[in-house]
């Protein structure tokens, strides 16, 4: 296959990311002992019509829209309340399903006049990866050099406080999408992608740039990095590591999509997180034609897509 261009890397991007939700959702809460093989057209958990993204997806593109426009999470906020209240950026209008806990905690805290970025609950127990499966968007819409690492960085963490505020999620969607743009410029070396990210992060939240330092930033990069369970579970650190080893022991799109669903447990937004990046890695043309014409939605789904190629290309 061809090395696939920056445009088809945001392609696949997005349409990895929700072909991993939608292939993920027959097989949520399920034990790894009992997924089997992986296949498209799965009925199971919610009995939806296959090709049918959850709140991953709609939350993923309700994100890309708003920051087609500009980066500001008040507009984010309300997109989001569209999702959950109108059905907005879901596959022929059929309706938020599957919803977590901290996010519906957050939009009923949006609607009674929370500022959006003070919204997502802060607490010990509010580290789930709600936040994390939708963040993509802003790693594929930061242009370089405009948008550098301080700016970069700021718009994650900002972006994951509407819904999760707890510091460690914050720190991981930075991960995320520090790591997600180093792969659009096409290092073919996916580890050291990692590797980058992280000394990058650690180096910034350690104020060796114009940013001070924050010991809470670091302490919860420390955590991240010292996590060994790969479960595909809802905690943002699992959630992150087993989406990354899917993604990073594979040798394609489909492979990266299985071994993701074989975690078991969250595993829509475990291949959703890991389908945004294998996604960029492969492009568009690495993704299985079955999956993606079998996907629906593709009328609200490919304008956006067509917006970010123009402005982020």
Sequence with gaps: ???????????????GHLIGDAMGVPYEFRDASAIGVVRWGER??????????????????????????GFDTTDQSARFLDWHDRAAYTPDGDG?????TTTRHALDRIRDG????????????????????????????????????????????????????????????????????DLLRGDPDRGRALEVARRRLRLF???????????????ALDRIEAWTERAGRGGVI????????????????????????GYGNDTDTTAAIAGGLAGIYWGIGGIPHEWLDGMRGHDLVDPLVERLRLTSG
């Design 96 to 100: 938020a399903f599957d919803v977590g």
């Design 114 to 181: 929370v500022p959006p970025e003070d919204a997502g609950p802060t607490g010990g127990r509010s580290q789930a990866n709600g936040s994390l499966m939708r963040i993509l968007p802003i790693a594929l819409t930061a242009r370089e050099p405009e948008v550098k690492l301080p700016e970069l960085v700021a718009r994650a963490q900002r972006a994951s406080r509407v819904t999760h505020g707890h510091v460690t999620c914050q720190v991981a969607c930075a991960l995320y999408v520090v790591t997600a743009r």
């Design 205 to 219: 939240y350690a104020g060796s740039g114009s940013a001070p330092r924050s010991d809470e930033h670091v302490a």
């Design 44 to 69: 199971g958990t919610y009995e939806e019509p296959p090709g049918t993204w959850s709140d991953d997806g709609a939350l993923m593109l309700a994100l890309l829209e708003s920051l087609l426009d």
């Design 238 to 261: 699992d959630s992150f590591w087993s989406a990354w080893d899917a993604f990073a022991g594979a040798a394609s799109y489909r492979e990266t999509i299985a071994r993701a669903i």
């Design 1 to 15: 296959m061809t090395e696939p261009t920056r445009a088809d890397r945001l392609s696949g991007a997005v349409w």
